[in-house]
């Protein structure tokens, strides 16, 4: 069963919610979101910028694939699915997904010193 997000949150802040601690690629989100693939990858070029800024979540893209020979897209900067394969030029690709990890803070130490008044 898919959740339902509230629908006063904006699509961002919905991607956000969707992505976090999980992994989607942009067909999936298209359709929890009611919106195009092509305005998800639109959302998703924002979400990284706002994401680059925050130090508590980190925004992860698992790179897309090709099925024929299995070259893996590790150095692709564009959010898209790629359209062929460069080695093998298959079309058999598969879609990236995404994610957002949140960054655990680790705990501070006390120091001792200042503490015993």
Not at 31 to 39: K, Y
Not at 74 to 87: A, D, F, G, Q, V
């Given at each position: 069963?898919?959740?339902?997000?509230?629908?006063?949150?904006?699509?961002?802040?919905?991607?956000?919610?969707?992505?976090?601690?999980?992994?989607?690629?942009?067909?999936?989100?298209?359709?929890?979101?009611?919106?195009?693939?092509?305005?998800?990858?639109?959302?998703?070029?924002?979400?990284?910028?706002?994401l680059?800024?925050?130090?508590?979540?980190?925004?992860?893209?698992?790179?897309?694939?090709?099925?024929?020979?299995?070259?893996?897209?590790?150095?692709?900067?564009?959010?898209?699915?790629?359209?062929?394969?460069?080695?093998?030029?298959s079309?058999?690709?598969?879609?990236?997904?995404?994610?957002?990890?949140?960054?655990?803070?680790?705990?501070?130490?006390?120091?001792?010193?200042?503490?015993?008044?």
């Amino acid at each position: 069963m898919v959740a339902m997000l509230p629908l006063e949150r904006t699509v961002r802040q919905r991607i956000i919610d969707l992505l976090t601690d999980t992994r989607l690629s942009s067909y999936q989100l298209a359709q929890r979101l009611g919106i195009s693939e092509r305005q998800v990858e639109d959302h998703l070029v924002h979400v990284v910028k706002s994401l680059t800024r925050d130090r508590s979540r980190r925004f992860l893209m698992e790179p897309a694939a090709c099925l024929d020979c299995g070259f893996v897209f590790r150095n692709r900067s564009k959010l898209t699915r790629p359209s062929r394969c460069p080695t093998c030029r298959s079309e058999q690709i598969t879609d990236p997904r995404y994610g957002i990890d949140s960054l655990r803070a680790k705990p501070q130490r006390l120091d001792r010193s200042a503490s015993s008044e």
